[in-house]
Nanobody, 128 residues
Framework: QLQLVESGGGLVQAGDSLRLSCTAS????????MAWFRQAPGKEREFVGGISGNGGRTSYTDSVKGRFTIDRNNAKNAMWLQMNSLNAEDTAVYYC?????????????????????WGQGTQVTVSS
């Protein structure tokens, strides 16, 4: 069973950067579409960005475009979320997720239901 673990969260000031990591065990991330979601206090979990199974496509929610970047390394069985110019609205628990099988397709999914494996989340707090 694939297991995902996020790390790299913390408390930062507005304008700072953080790099979140998602590492996998019990299986390979190669070929799986993956994504980052986040959940702020009192709000529903939302899509932040994703990367396709073949690594050729990334997609981001409008509020993070130009500030956040996702990349992956299948050899390291890992994915990262580079977050720059953080602001208070980015405060949330960030989750990495992966689809259930490796399809190596050039699609990024936006709905939670399209992903099967989830990490436990890492807290990002941005003070203004």
């Amino acid at each position: 069973q694939l297991q995902l673990v996020e790390s790299g969260g913390g408390l930062v000031q507005a304008g700072d950067s953080l790099r979140l990591s998602c590492t996998a065990s019990g299986g390979t991330l190669s070929g799986r579409t993956m994504a980052w979601f986040r959940q702020a206090p009192g709000k529903e979990r939302e899509f932040v960005g994703g990367i396709s199974g073949n690594g050729g496509r990334t997609s981001y929610t409008d509020s993070v475009k130009g500030r956040f970047t996702i990349d992956r390394n299948n050899a390291k069985n890992a994915m990262w979320l580079q977050m720059n110019s953080l602001n208070a609205e980015d405060t949330a628990v960030y989750y990495c997720t992966a689809e259930g099988d490796a399809f190596y397709i050039d699609i990024v999914y936006f709905r939670e239901s399209q992903y099967d494996y989830w990490g436990q989340g890492t807290q990002v707090t941005v003070s203004s």
